[in-house]
């Protein structure tokens, strides 16, 4: 019986910042938001929301469209690297919010815990959950994974033009609507790294944004070498001599921090793939330049960034590989379509690949294209660092729930606010009663501690109709 996601729901908060109006605060060219990063809104949490009331917003708009009731639930994972407490787990914080709603105890059984890997949690929690699934543990109950995140980083920093904020829940179960995921091709990599880390009591991360981004490139590329393998032993897929496993795969959906690196990782892995196939002559010579060798031949990633002749001619090459018909074929028929929401809500942490697969089913099928059958691949990476990729295949009755998807009606209508009122909210100058929206059928945050020393820590919500 085939196990993946019946169906899927995202909550975004409506405050953004506009591009323009950041890029002029910032003294930035807003060209290179708008192409170089591939922003054009940042979606910001209001002081009265956090992860956890935005996992159970997305949650509860995912039972109440498929009309779910706590008894069809046998499991509510929430992965997410925001975490709220270094003890009590986000999923203990949705539970509680969701049986305000449907009743006490009434999601008593559905255990779960959080996950955390960086971006790459939410797909450690999916493959957990559909193995319980396949493994026939599931009592016929289906599974709920939420990934949920604030992308927050230092004011002034390059990572500030990379935030964003929102939640995905995915609906698990057997014979799904949507996906159904390939068995035993999984493929995970992992590497003790500092890339991208946040010490117990920091809220923004250290970053190391040119080593992390090549450290997602190579980890991704790993776990493809793993996949491939296991892929053509299971016999999904079937590789001719001058073809590459790419060439089997419809759509990739991949990490995406901010969208222009979704085109980056594209391009990288076809490098890869291609590159001792018949048709790189032709390519190389569309772009009227061999391809550069890294002198040390371990190409590790510090014998890289240390052959700084080798990255300056393999970035000329690769901005020139970008724009060949090759690239440009695979990039609009395979990836484009999961870039568009990254654009108009920014980054999502572990949601943003989800944010990315359900983009990608939503524009597919406005282009009125034949979803059922094709494969997606995916390639999610987590720093610290992990990176797992495995598939899956569109399942026949996608339609009943792609036709419904309306990105910007889901969204909500959206509040712009000013830098000014930005960075008050980024320094936490506004308290959880100082939100700038009222909320409407919605968690929020109405409390944090408590009068007395037992209850310090302690939050609070409210189901806000
Ligand atoms: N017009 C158009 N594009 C422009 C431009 C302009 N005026 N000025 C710069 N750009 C382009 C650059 O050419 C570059 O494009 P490329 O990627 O195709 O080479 C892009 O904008 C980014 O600029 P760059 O100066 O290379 O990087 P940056 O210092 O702005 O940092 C990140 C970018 C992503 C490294 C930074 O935002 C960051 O650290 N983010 C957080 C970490 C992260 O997201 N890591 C990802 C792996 S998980």
Redesign the pocket.
Known sequence: MPVGIDDMAIYVPKLYIDYKDFAEARGI?P??LE???GIKKMALADANQDPASMAANACMRLMKNNDLHPQDIGRIYVATESGLDESKAMNSFVIGMLEQVYGESTLEHAGGIECKFA?VSGSYALYDNTNWIRAGESNDKAAIVIVSDIAK?DLGS??E??QGAGAVALLIKENPRLVAFDERVTSTIIKNEYD?YRPFGKETPL?N??Y??LL?LIQVRKALETYKEKALKAGIIVLRDDESVTDHIDYISV?L??R??GE?ALAYLLRHEWRHLPRWKKITEEIGMDEPVPKDPRGTIESILADVEFMKAD?KFR?AFMITKYYQDVFDKKMASSLQASAVIGNLYTASMYMGLRSLLEFEYLKNIDLYGKRIGFGS?G?GCSAMVFSGVIQEKYKELVSRMNLDRDIGPRTKISIEDYEKLHKNTRKYNEAFLDAEDEFILVNIGGKTADRAGFREYCYAG
């Open positions: 060219d060209q290179k192409y170089g990063i971006c980083y390059a990572g033009y990379t991208f970053v944004g040119l992390s981004n997602y990490h921090p901010y222009r690196m980056k970035e901005r990476y720093s």
